[in-house]
């Protein structure tokens, strides 16, 4: 298969016409690869026959996380809709390694806007080249999209912070060696680069999940945890805003990540309905199988303009929270829908071939994390109000 | 070491849709570089590792093949050659000939590189034609190239055999898909090839095509595949002690 079509060409050369080819020369050698190198890997990453760390690491040596950031730090300098597609294209080939590598490239992101310049020297660079992974520690085991509420401190002691709590579903633990923390300082929540080893640092047992096998999930304790005053990201008192704002931007990768696992779904039932015959015919001649054709491509290309819509947002400076929230909410939830459907044009075999179900297993984790539909419909009404005010 | 190496613009066979009546529908077909014309660069960069010296690589084609030369110059060839040409309307005899005369311009090479056959219309034609028009030997279908001074010993993959021969410095040679696993470029590389020289040279200006008439394709269709079918009936036992003896006469099982 083709992971990079005609239609996302298309779509490139209607969002950037002076130099689409170019975006879509990156994109064609990235979705080559890909198809090559990690889409048949992608079954065994999630029965656990493979592990993640090599088709990563050659995803970061083909420069997969170099796309979005400033070539100052070694990045090229694409526009953030060229990544966004980048990761729709890893979505499909295995959604695992995209829910690694997004979260790895928003923690960078936070370094590039909220880190100091010696931050940035120290990290960005070996994270964007893959030489460091990055994880991202925000969710608690008693709050998830309530930051505010975070129950983990960090007490400034003597040029340092000693952190205490812990940090629940974080993907890419034990085998990052750079993490985003967020703790409660005396000013409120805050924003904290932390090296392993350190002492104090801790893992709990790997989290067994219903999708997203391929990808590490660990819970992160910390035990008077002790991080150096530098490595404070930005000030004291504003890591909510931080990690709000690190999200919106996942949220649209989160999206295009969904458009990804829907497509090759899609591709998946599309075939199979082309070929399995019923009552002397192909079932794609009946109607209701049909209808799930239509509805799963209608939502799949509605789901890509979403997300790259949001993406332009941001590329050109503009407040592009809702576009993003609106993005996530949608592809994910048509994502399922999808899935589903896929299942369901595979009849038996669906429920019992890993290969088909893994996509819904794979595609379920994200109504939930990195914001739930539900505080994403509260967020998109809220701003949305206040937009009309 | 000098080392030229053709690449192909063929039609994406991925994307080729075929047609109400068959035939290929070619007009507007997504194009890119030759399956294992991937390949014969590969090899190039694997000599010019092992010997120094330079990687040309010659395409003839129209603009909107440039992207394949880029491809080619992203894996880390040094410079292109386009010969710009309506590759419709030509056949692979005319095909070598700008091939050869662009060579000859920028030559003369150790080593000219050409995979066993383009992934689209897989004619082989091309590489023995460019060794015959440079005057220099021509060992087709290589598995392995090794290059000692001024002599190379290859191994060329046959149907049912491997053939071992010496060839002299300069040749031409065209690659199978066994001889190496070639490398993806990375995306740094390849927003540095367009930074990389081209020259574009008109290929009835090297080499005119006189009044030489060449092959014309009258028409192009898809081979239709029938699958057998055999129905076996009778009773368990019976039914598989038949498909045992069909299998076997199959040669499925042996």
């Known amino acids: 298969m083709t992971i990079f079509t005609a239609e996302h060409r298309q779509l490139m050369q209607m969002l950037h016409p002076g130099r689409h080819q170019e975006y879509s020369d990156v994109l064609t050698s990235l979705g080559s690869f890909m198809e090559k190198e990690l889409l048949p890997l992608s079954p065994k990453l999630d029965s656990g ?143 904290f680069l932390l090296e392993p080893p350190s002492a104090g640092l801790k893992f709990g047992a790997e989290l067994k999940k219903l999708g997203m096998r391929g990808s590490k999930t660990r819970e992160v304790i910390f035990s008077d945890c002790r991080i150096p005053e530098e490595n404070l990201v930005g000030e004291e008192g504003k890591g909510a805003d931080y990690a709000k704002a690190i999200l919106h931007g996942a949220r649209i990768v989160v999206a295009a990540l969904n458009v990804g696992i829907s497509q090759l779904a899609y591709d998946k039932a599309l075939a199979y309905a082309r070929q399995r015959h019923a009552f002397g015919r192909t079932i794609s001649d009946f109607q209701l199988v049909r209808e799930k054709i239509a509805d799963t491509k209608t939502g799949i290309n509605a789901g890509r303009l979403l997300y790259l819509y949001a993406s332009r947002i941001k590329e050109l400076g503009g407040d592009y929270s809702s576009e993003a929230s609106q993005a996530k909410v949608f592809a994910t939830e048509m994502s399922l829908k999808a899935c589903d459907d896929a299942i369901q044009i595979h009849g038996g075999y669906g429920y019992t071939t890993e290969d088909i179900h893994r996509h819904w297993r794979d595609a379920r984790l994200l109504t939930i994390g990195e914001g739930t539909s539900e505080v994403l419909r509260m967020l998109i009404s809220r701003r949305e109000l206040a937009r009309a005010q | ?62 603009t909107e093949s440039k992207k394949t030369l880029k491809e080619a110059l992203a894996m880390g060839a040094d410079r292109g050659v386009l010969v710009t040409a309506d590759t419709v309307a030509i056949d692979a005899l005319r095909t070598a000939t700008m091939l050869a005369a662009a060579m000859k311009r920028s030559g003369p090479f150790d080593v000219v590189i050409c995979s066993e056959g383009a992934s689209d219309t897989y004619t082989g034609q091309v590489p023995p034609m460019v060794g015959e028009l440079l005057g220099i030997p021509y060992v087709g279908y290589a598995r392995k190239i090794e290059i000692d001074g001024k002599a190379a010993k290859i191994e060329r993959s046959l149907e049912d055999s491997v053939e071992s021969v010496e060839a002299a410095v300069p040749f031409a040679t065209s690659v199978v898909s066994e001889i190496n696993d070639p490398r993806y470029p990375t995306l740094i590389q390849i927003m540095q090839a367009s930074k990389k020289p081209v020259e574009e040279l008109n290929g009835e200006e090297i080499a005119p095509a006189g009044s030489r008439r060449g092959v014309e394709v009258l028409s192009m269709s898809s081979q239709p595949t029938a699958r057998k079918h055999v129905m076996i009936d009778g009773s368990p036992d019976e039914a598989a002690a038949k498909l045992l003896d069909a299998l076997s006469k199959e040669g499925v099982l042996k």
């Not at chain 1, 505010?148 to 890419?172: D, H, L, P, Q």
């Not at chain 2, 039609?11 to 390949?39: C, H, Q, R, W, Y």
Request: net charge neutral.
């Open chain 1, 49 to 191: 026959d493979e592990p993640i760390d090599r088709p990563r690491s050659a995803l970061f040596a083909q420069g997969m996380s170099l796309i979005p950031f400033p070539a100052q730090y070694g990045g090229l300098g694409l526009p953030f809709s060229v990544y966004a597609m980048a990761v729709e294209l890893l979505g499909t080939a295995d959604a695992s390694v995209a829910l690694s590598v997004e979260i790895h490239n928003a923690v960078a992101e936070g370094v590039l806007r909220f880190g100091s310049e010696p931050q940035r020297e120290r990290y960005l660079g070996p994270m964007i080249t893959g030489r460091r992974l990055a994880s991202f520690a925000l969710t608690e085991p008693a709050s998830g999209s309530d930051a505010g509420n975070m129950a983990t401190t960090a007490e400034k002691r003597a040029g340092e912070y000693v952190v205490n709590g812990s940090k629940m579903f974080i993907t890419n633990a034990g085998e990052a060696n750079v993490y985003l923390v967020f703790a409660k300082t005396s000013k409120g929540p805050s924003c």
């Open chain 2, 1 to 62: 070491m000098k080392i030229a190496v053709c690449v192909k613009h063929a039609v994406d066979e991925a994307e080729l849709k075929i047609g109400p009546g068959g035939s290929p529908l070619l007009a507007g077909a997504a194009g890119k570089m030759s399956t294992f014309d991937k390949n014969a660069v590969e090899e190039g960069l694997r000599l010019k590792a092992a010997h120094q010296g330079e990687v040309v690589v010659f395409m003839v084609g129209g």
